[in-house]
């Protein structure tokens, strides 16, 4: 399709049909079980994954992939006849990723293609890479899209709810949760995206707490441009969805399953709350 293509990495959580629906091509990170080796979302599904992560083997790792991946991306999205690229990956603060795609970018003349951190991760940098490709199918050139996705970065928010701590600490990508660590017995943390990097935003007492507090900070952030929820094989996600259901916001609610990128550091039993801040008058995002 002629114009500008979306490329991203599989750290966006979107599903096999999101993908297919706004024409949107995902470079897969690397999941490592101990010497096993599997691409994301091609040779290991979020449902594999997780019927994985409830035995007793080794924890999951990742790896970026590498700048021929997204170059070889970059090349299929020009010889389908796009005129132009725009690469949204994963936080630089958590991944290899973004790297990896800037080094295929200087690289390549092909077409243009202009690389964006979106200091996001799951369904966060999902909805800024579904809004990106509702407006390149409108027409929308370059710039444009480069000028809207940065507009609509910091009003981007990820919160969640983990079942606990074990695959965060092994990971080592607590950053601004480092301090959590050790203090769990009943502590719930209600976890943040701040600056592209994994934070503490709060202790609860309670998962159901954590829950409560989670749907408060999403309604007094409405109205919202865009709304996803990540699906970290819990048992409670429905309700989560359904105290959603009539918050403000200009989209439907996407309902996904959290992948193996987010989920081999997060856990199982974790639900990831994303959106986006509607701009503007009324909105939070000001």
């Given at each position: 399709?002629?114009?500008?293509?979306?490329?991203?990495?599989?750290?966006?959580?979107?599903?096999?049909?999101?993908?297919?629906?706004?024409?949107?091509?995902?470079?897969?990170?690397?999941?490592?079980?101990?010497?096993?080796e599997l691409e994301d979302r091609r040779q290991l599904s979020p449902a594999e994954f997780w019927e994985r992560c409830h035995g007793k083997g080794d924890?999951?790792?990742?790896?970026?992939?590498?700048?021929?991946?997204?170059?070889?991306?970059?090349?299929?999205?020009?010889d389908e006849g796009a005129e132009a690229v725009l690469c949204l990956t994963i936080s630089s603060k958590v991944s290899g990723t973004y790297g990896s795609?800037?080094?295929?970018?200087?690289?390549?003349?092909?077409?243009?293609?202009?690389?964006?951190?979106?200091?996001?991760?799951?369904?966060?940098?999902?909805?800024?890479?579904?809004?990106?490709?509702?407006?390149?199918?409108?027409?929308?050139?370059?710039?444009?899209?480069?000028?809207?996705?940065?507009?609509?970065?910091?009003?981007?928010?990820?919160?969640?709810?983990?079942?606990?701590?074990?695959?965060?600490?092994?990971?080592?990508?607590?950053?601004?949760?480092?301090?959590?660590?050790?203090?769990?017995?009943?502590?719930?943390?209600?976890?943040?995206?701040?600056?592209?990097?994994?934070?503490?935003e709060s202790k609860q007492r309670t998962r159901s707490k954590a829950l409560a507090y989670l749907n408060d900070k999403v309604r007094a952030d409405a109205?919202?441009?865009?709304?996803?929820?990540?699906?970290?094989?819990?048992?409670?996600?429905?309700?989560?969805?359904?105290?959603?259901?009539?918050?403000?916001?200009?989209?439907?609610?996407?309902?996904?399953?959290?992948?193996?990128?987010?989920?081999?550091?997060?856990?199982?039993?974790?639900?990831?709350?994303?959106?986006?801040?509607?701009?503007?008058?009324?909105?939070?995002?000001?």
């Amino acid at each position: 399709m002629p114009g500008v293509h979306i490329v991203t990495d599989s750290a966006c959580d979107l599903t096999d049909q999101l993908v297919k629906e706004h024409n949107v091509t995902v470079v897969p990170l690397t999941i490592r079980f101990g010497s096993e080796e599997l691409e994301d979302r091609r040779q290991l599904s979020p449902a594999e994954f997780w019927e994985r992560c409830h035995g007793k083997g080794d924890l999951p790792q990742t790896a970026a992939p590498s700048p021929g991946a997204f170059q070889a991306a970059f090349q299929q999205a020009a010889d389908e006849g796009a005129e132009a690229v725009l690469c949204l990956t994963i936080s630089s603060k958590v991944s290899g990723t973004y790297g990896s795609a800037v080094t295929a970018a200087d690289t390549f003349s092909t077409v243009p293609v202009r690389v964006v951190d979106t200091y996001s991760l799951t369904m966060g940098q999902g909805l800024l890479v579904i809004a990106a490709a509702e407006e390149a199918a409108a027409g929308a050139g370059l710039d444009e899209l480069v000028a809207a996705t940065e507009d609509r970065i910091p009003r981007t928010r990820i919160y969640g709810v983990l079942g606990g701590l074990e695959h965060l600490q092994r990971g080592g990508r607590v950053g601004g949760a480092r301090a959590l660590l050790g203090s769990l017995l009943n502590i719930k943390p209600v976890i943040q995206l701040k600056d592209g990097e994994v934070a503490e935003e709060s202790k609860q007492r309670t998962r159901s707490k954590a829950l409560a507090y989670l749907n408060d900070k999403v309604r007094a952030d409405a109205p919202l441009e865009r709304l996803a929820v990540a699906d970290g094989a819990c048992d409670d996600i429905v309700e989560v969805r359904a105290k959603m259901s009539d918050i403000a916001v200009e989209h439907p609610l996407v309902a996904v399953q959290l992948g193996p990128v987010v989920g081999s550091h997060a856990g199982p039993n974790t639900v990831g709350v994303c959106y986006i801040v509607a701009a503007g008058p009324g909105g939070a995002g000001e």
